[in-house]
């Protein structure tokens, strides 16, 4: 199956464990909430690993010497209101100097599609690196339509990391966006007749704000 998507899995073996902890009924909102944002610290760390980095020369106490820094890059973060808000402590952990945007959809219950009810991006999108982030990526209208949106305000480098995802919701990130790099933690099996993930995790938002 992960052959035929484009799409990078992280399966790095502390993901793994978290995920499982994660996708289990019985564990509450607090522990959720944190091994959500652990794992993406992981998923951060894994996919800066191909960032540019330059020479630099400093002074330690003892003596001067030449160390590597990111190469000029600037980096955004940008979660998919309500659900990526759970991943977005972990990104900002690892790159705290990222600039934050926010993208509000929610889906329609009927019809399955994103409805937009709000945008903030940080003003310079087009020079920075955005790093779009919703831990579902289930039938991929929510995803594809924040792309279109930081496209439209000018964003060219963009990429996408969820957490668990549905091969339904690849393709349409895959054919309607082609140019963006999409990271995952999970390739689950199929969507339901409801639109959840199967087996996934259950209404991410939902376990992440102790919301029913």
């Given amino acids: 199956m992960a052959e ?5 899995l992280i399966d790095h073996p502390l993901i793994q464990h978290k995920l499982t902890l ?10 959720f909430r944190e091994l959500l944002e652990e794992i993406a610290m992981l998923m951060t760390y894994e996919i800066a690993r191909d960032f540019p980095l330059e020479d630099v020369e400093i002074e330690t106490p003892v003596a001067k010497c030449h160390g590597k820094k990111l190469s000029g890059k ?4 940008v979660p998919i209101l309500r659900a990526g808000l759970g991943m977005l402590n972990g990104v900002v952990n690892m790159i705290p100097a990222a600039r934050v945007g926010h993208i509000g ?4 219950p009927e019809t399955l599609k994103p409805v937009e009810y709000y945008c903030k991006l940080p ?15 289930a039938t ?8 279109d949106l930081l496209k439209q305000h000018g964003a060219k480098n963009i990429i996408l990391m969820c957490l668990v995802s549905a091969p339904e919701g690849i393709r349409v990130v895959n054919k309607e966006h082609p140019d963006v790099p999409l990271y995952v933690a999970a390739i689950d099996e199929r969507l339901n ?4 993930i199967v087996p996934g ?6 376990r992440i704000f102790g919301t029913v």
Wanted: glycine share 12%; hydrophobic share 40%; charged share 35%.
């Fill in 4 to 8: 035929e998507l484009k799409v990078h």
């Fill in 22 to 31: 994660m996708r289990r009924k019985e564990t509450g909102t607090k522990d």
């Fill in 74 to 77: 600037k980096i955004g973060v």
């Fill in 105 to 108: 959809l929610y889906r329609d």
């Fill in 123 to 137: 003003n310079d999108v087009a020079e920075r690196t955005l790093l779009v982030v919703d831990p579902m990526l």
């Fill in 140 to 147: 991929g209208g929510s995803a594809a339509a924040a792309l």
């Fill in 193 to 196: 007749d409801k639109g959840y």
């Fill in 201 to 206: 995790l259950g209404d991410a938002g939902d």
